[in-house]
């Protein structure tokens, strides 16, 4: 008997998950225009890809624009700690870039910023 309820816990949570990412794909496609390819999902190509695979997989982000400054440098220390494996620590950095433009560019509500030269030190430091 418990084990139904085990099986049914993880089906609500499985759909619970799913719609999640619905969400965040749809606001990806129409939000910002873009249509999130689901093809590879261990190593995206493509920069917003690895933005939305990374708030889908580390974050509990429902919506586009609750993506703040703070998700995009933990999305920045991701890689480090990964000791950049998967993309190198410029592709990262150009990820965040493109991935402000394009939210500022389609988002009105808010505009984004964030310092990513060398003289933010501070950044660095808590990278």
């Known amino acids: ?9 993880h089906i609500a949570s499985d759909l619970v998950l799913n719609r999640r990412k619905e969400r965040l794909k749809y606001q990806f496609q ?39 400054i703070e998700t995009l440098i933990e999305y920045l220390k991701y890689h480090h700690l990964e000791k950049f494996k998967q993309i190198s620590f410029s592709q990262a950095v150009k990820d965040v870039k493109y991935f402000l ?24 430091t808590r990278i």
Do not use: A, H
């Open 30 to 68: 129409y939000q910002l225009e873009y249509k999130v390819k689901l093809t590879n999902l261990k190593r995206p190509r493509n920069s917003l890809d690895r933005i939305f695979w990374f708030v889908y997989e580390y974050t509990d982000i429902c919506n586009v624009e609750s993506i703040k």
């Open 1 to 9: 008997m418990n084990r139904g309820r085990v099986t049914n816990c």
């Open 101 to 124: 433009y394009v939210r500022n560019k389609f988002i009105s509500t808010s505009t984004l910023k964030i310092d990513l030269t060398v003289q933010n030190y501070y950044l660095w």
